[in-house]
């Protein structure tokens, strides 16, 4: 039944066959959850290995599944670095969780496309019904509606487009070459993706304006009026500020409260970078990092960072969908169904036409989990990082380089005898050391000019037995010179 | 084992809780493609039906996987409209082979994040494997590169994006308020994607020149030459212009390598959309309908249209991957990493950071299906795409609106007695009555001021059988008046 030779060449596999390795990779990945952190996190090997292992060409005829599971296994899972590891701390640490995965699976085999209601009316509705459901799980107000997108990157360009359409209405239809010069403001930590966001746009690299920040690395709501005092004067158009709980550098938390007041009078869009720290509005103890964010225009959140989702998931709220509407929408007729006035019509809320079925993996952790066990699963997360901050304050020769609001922790190995630029080398090599290792997987940044390892805990199989093993390279690591 | 009460709620379900649903979910998955010809292409709701239904807020505690395997089953699935269906006509008809299905469970499983090379050194190079194997598939030149983006929509924003930077490079600095509008060429057929591309990138609605079309909906070339002059006469800056290749009302194509040096000679980017006829180039047959893309600067094929892969999977080819990177690249340091000289970060490449392993799917598609086996399913729709030609052709009352170069037929039912403005209701009643039917489901267009059925063939289960069960009911609608 399998034999590819055998087959009808013009239609798809039988579903026999299907069914045969379905089986087959199901219990792979079984295995793989049960058994990754015996894999080294990230493999040492050099830039094109993989590539030039491969053909260079498709095969002419038809191959077994059984070889290509084989190369899978043989060739892919070596060469892959393991986000799903419990040992992963670079970036933010995520997981697909067993329950995403089987959503991933049914989505792949449905292939809905939820462009517009009727091309599925489940995927439209369960997207409405998912962000609704994570907008009360972190108390938003009513009035925020969610759309799906693939990344924050996507979500924070889509809320700069309508930020764009509320101040610059005139660029609508010439465009900004006649319009004053217009500018995003955010701080120098915020996430390069408003700077890829604000140059997509058309406001070029000028268009961000990046704001100091305090000693813990949050945006100064006085530089932010300054600045914008300052450019008003100049004849430029404030279209936007974006501030953010949880940077990707260290994760400070943008004064919200502080800063709404001042985009609402200068009449601008205020748009909340969340996508990491988002989940944790979940939390009563952690209500004061988000005091302030329901003032925003647009929210971003990413379950795929740590709601437990597989890749991609990310969820703009905005109150006035309306404003992201009309910086998207331009129907053709070819599009245009009986349910325009009923039903929503996604794909008027974004770049991308086609959308893949994503609420349904998210329905499907949401549901497992339940909300108690998001929320217990984040805390865990949180006393995961106070342990290994504990070990770091208490190991002479380390230190902690920034304030650690929630599950990822800046430090860095510093002996008494290196020089500021000797210890970022020794950092450097060290972190470099540990990763080709394959034991941990770490990223790192720069804090005030200091290179300072990021670890970052996000991942549901991690345990502190795991955390200890990763401690103890490190400190190998460190000593080895 | 698989019960919630139980479960550690502080990590993922248990491995072997997912292999017991992982197993379940691949029969039902396995079943479906069996059996999917028997259920309604659409389900025949309104709007809002299956958001009702379900509750307004998150379980508090968790749900047992049973539960919310049966709610899909009984409340998403029959929300569904199907575009696995053998019936789906609308839009383009595509497929989620099994083979496809099969990545995708491994991709979900992986959580590979190809953002840079050490991310997923795997998902990064078998990206360039996957598109170079698709590229000389279809005969495109060795200079052209692949990335992987979601949709066709990304993909040619990203382009035009790209066109930008070397049309108007004083605009990456300050953006495009100092410098003289920008415009893009397209044909008046041309897809909705690159008016929003347009509007994305700062050029507003004005930003697209729509070029007429000849009498088969192909962009006039002499309507191109002329619209360059002028603006050129009137201070625009020409930016790209965008040849398509299978337009997406009528498939119609664009003379290309009439465009191509009118193009060349106005020093502006040429971008091809070929999102759902690319595939057709691996036909020696059809090669006179991409005589003159070789020449573009960027060209998008979408495999998740017509190569049988899931959603979504877009191709952009780019022969000046240099002046993408330049558009987008903007590399923080805590992105940077040691091979950034040696291997490629597919990040730079576009606005999305975040990028699932879309190359694993179209990997396994490839390697079961061979480059033979794609040629014949494609082959074999041009072919049912006749037969149903056929019969629209010998049955009196029924027209062909458009040439059908690939396996999109247009048509109407025309009985004598009606005038044009009752024909499109007619013909918009009509489909309405199918589609509500269940037996198959069509989309529409409009082709010189009259509506059109569209007939997409796309779908790997689609048989002759089929086919006259369709025809048979668009004889019964068209009849009931």
Request: hydrophobic fraction near 45%; include cysteine.
């Amino acid at each position: 039944m399998s034999s590819p030779e055998t087959d009808d060449p013009t239609g798809d596999i039988h579903p026999e066959e299907f069914r045969r390795f379905g089986h087959e990779v199901v219990d792979w990945i079984a295995d793989y959850l049960a058994g990754v952190d015996r894999l080294p996190v990230m493999p040492d090997l050099e830039p094109g290995a993989l590539r030039t292992a491969l053909p260079d060409r498709a095969p002419e005829s038809p191959e077994s599944l059984e070889a290509v599971l084989a190369d899978f296994r043989e060739q892919v899972v070596p060469a892959t670095t393991h986000w799903n590891h419990p040992s992963f701390h670079a970036y933010f640490a995520n997981t697909a969780s067993g329950p995403g995965i089987l959503g991933e699976m049914l989505a792949a085999a449905l292939n809905a496309n939820a462009m517009v209601w009727r091309t599925s009316p489940s995927a439209t509705e369960l997207e409405e019904v998912v962000t609704d459901w994570v907008a009360r799980m972190l108390g938003l107000p009513d009035d925020f509606r969610g759309v799906i997108n693939d990344t924050a990157s996507s979500s924070s360009l889509y809320a700069l487009a309508a930020a764009r359409e509320m101040r610059l209405p005139e660029s609508w239809a010439s465009g900004l070459a006649g319009a004053p010069p217009g500018r995003i403001y955010t701080s120098e930590e915020a996430h390069s993706s408003i700077r890829k966001a604000a140059t997509t746009l058309g406001f070029g690299r000028d268009g961000v304006r990046a704001i100091a920040t305090d000693d813990d690395f949050r945006m100064r709501p006085d530089a932010l009026r300054d600045a914008l005092e300052d450019d008003r004067a100049a004849g430029v158009r404030p279209v936007a500020v974006v501030a953010t709980i949880g940077t990707t550098s260290t994760t400070a938390v943008d004064p919200v409260a502080d800063i709404a007041p001042i985009a609402e009078e200068a009449g601008v869009w205020l748009h909340v970078d969340a996508a990491y720290a988002g989940p944790m509005a979940a939390l009563p103890e952690f209500a004061a990092h988000f005091r302030g964010w329901e003032r925003a225009h647009s929210i971003v959140v990413n379950p795929h960072k740590w709601l437990f989702t597989p890749m991609d998931c990310s969820l703009l709220y905005c109150r006035r969908p309306d404003q992201l509407r009309a910086a998207f929408s331009l129907t053709p007729e070819y599009l245009r169904t009986p349910e325009l006035a009923s039903g929503t019509n996604l794909m008027d809320y974004g770049v991308s036409l086609g959308r893949r079925f994503r609420a349904l993996k998210l329905w499907f952790v949401l549901r497992r989990f339940g909300v108690d066990g998001m929320v217990s699963r984040l805390r865990e997360h949180v006393r995961l990082t106070r342990v290994v901050q504990g070990w770091v304050e208490a190991t002479p020769g380390w230190e902690v380089l920034a304030p650690c609001p929630f599950a990822t922790l800046i430090f860095r190995h510093a002996p008494a005898d290196l020089d500021e630029a000797a210890l970022d080398r020794h950092n450097r090599a060290l972190m470099e050391r540990v990763n080709r290792s394959g034991v941990a997987f770490f990223s790192h940044t720069e804090v005030r000019g200091r290179i300072g390892l990021r670890f970052s805990i996000g991942n549901l199989r991690t345990t502190e037995a795991h955390l200890r093993r990763t401690w103890g390279a490190l400190e190998s690591a460190a000593a080895e010179g």
